[in-house]
Nanobody
Framework: QVQFVESGGGLVQPGGSLSLSCQGS????????MGWYRQVPGGQREFVAG???????KFANFVSGRFIISRDKDKNTVFMQMNSLKPEDTAVYYC????????WGQGTQVTVSS
């Protein structure tokens, strides 16, 4: 099993910035993929950004250069800096880790509103 500690998120005005972090622990086999999805009420969970098991970075088209992800592989931690946030970025953001199976964090709320 894999456990997560997610932090960050909260309320920010449009155009502002927030950062998220997620640390995984437990039975983590390497290599692994890790990153973030998001979900709005009544909607499907959608990919935001992440690292592949080959250490490539991937971003959803809607990110448009606004988000930056980084990782500390020794600590199984991924970070996401979100800039130029828009109201449509409002969602619950879920950390994921894929090794032999897919694991999800508990999610953290991001609200972009004036």
């Amino acid at each position: 099993q894999v456990q997560f500690v997610e932090s960050g998120g909260g309320l920010v005005q449009p155009g502002g910035s927030l950062s998220l972090s997620c640390q995984g622990s437990g039975s983590i086999s390497r290599p692994y993929a890790m990153g973030w999805y998001r979900q709005v009420p009544g909607g499907q969970r959608e990919f935001v950004a992440g690292f592949t098991s080959g250490d490539e970075t991937k971003f959803a088209n809607f990110v448009s250069g606004r988000f930056i992800i980084s990782r500390d592989k020794d600590k199984n931690t991924v970070f996401m800096q979100m800039n130029s946030l828009k109201p449509e970025d409002t969602a619950v953001y879920y950390c994921y880790l894929y090794t032999e199976k897919l694991y999800w964090g508990q999610g953290t709320q991001v609200t972009v509103s004036s």
